[in-house]
């Protein structure tokens, strides 16, 4: 089955810190790669997304990822956090039947001022 | 716009009763989905539509039913609530099924005595 891995499950940093959140997929095919997140209390968020392309993809908030198809993985990076960014993030990957969305288990973000 | 609304917010539901988590969305979206968040599981799919008039079971779909009567709406029912159902359920809509990117309502924190 299709999975997606999410190596860190907690994070803490300062600010100014960079960050780099890990994750891994499954399936070898052609693959759609989405990173969400959650701040507290609230619902979930796209911050960027892959379909095809350039493998470094740029989102909101200063947030990019880079799809490295030879790893499967599609790891998120930020060069410097902020309080703000304290959340959780998910990321996800299209189902081989093209039905639905698989998240990883998340990985919760603490920063400290 | 309000995108995707979800009701009630939360709910405390003695075990045995039924319940039906309500979902609107009014982005005209074909595709529609409900998850639900636990600690350390992140997000599991229940249940989809694709289109209105269609759906498809997700990773956990066991106790739960769907029905998609027209494009807006997908509301969600617990035929006889378990303790094991106490979740946050949230759910999503797509322009396109699969793998386009998914825009999430507030949530529904349930909590099965």
């Known amino acids: 089955a299709q999975s997606v891995s999410q190596h860190n499950h907690h994070v803490i940093l300062s600010e100014a810190a960079s960050l780099e959140l890990g994750c891994n997929y499954s399936?070898?095919?052609?693959?759609?790669l989405f990173w969400y997140v959650q701040y507290p209390g609230q619902h979930l968020q796209l911050l960027l997304k892959?379909?095809?392309?350039?493998?470094l993809v740029k989102g909101i908030k200063g947030f990019e990822a880079e799809f490295i198809k030879s790893k499967f993985s599609f790891n998120l990076r930020k060069p410097s956090v902020q309080w703000s960014d304290t959340a959780e993030y998910f990321c996800?990957?299209?189902?081989?039947?093209?039905?639905?969305?698989?998240f990883g288990k998340g990985t919760t973000l603490s920063v400290s001022s | 716009i309000a995108g995707i609304t979800q009701a009630p917010t939360s709910q405390i539901l003695a075990a045995g009763r039924r319940m039906t988590l309500r979902c609107t969305q009014d982005?005209?979206?074909?595709?529609m989905y409900w998850y639900r968040q636990d600690l350390g599981l992140g997000l599991r799919l229940i249940h989809y539509?694709?289109?209105?008039?269609?759906?498809g079971k997700g990773e956990v779909p066991d106790g739960y039913s769907v029905s998609r009567a027209n494009t807006d709406d997908f509301p969600l029912t617990l035929a006889s609530a378990v303790p094991s159902q106490t979740s946050v359920y949230f759910c999503?809509?797509?322009?396109?099924?699969?793998?386009?990117?998914?825009?999430f309502g507030p949530g529904t924190r349930l909590t099965v005595l």
């Open positions: 999503a809509s797509s322009g396109l099924a699969g793998g386009d990117e998914q825009f």
């Open positions: 399936y070898g095919g052609t693959v759609n």
């Open positions: 892959y379909f095809s392309g350039d493998p």
């Open positions: 996800a990957v299209k189902n081989q039947a093209g039905t639905a969305l698989i």
């Open positions: 982005m005209r979206h074909n595709a």
């Open positions: 539509s694709n289109t209105a008039g269609t759906t």
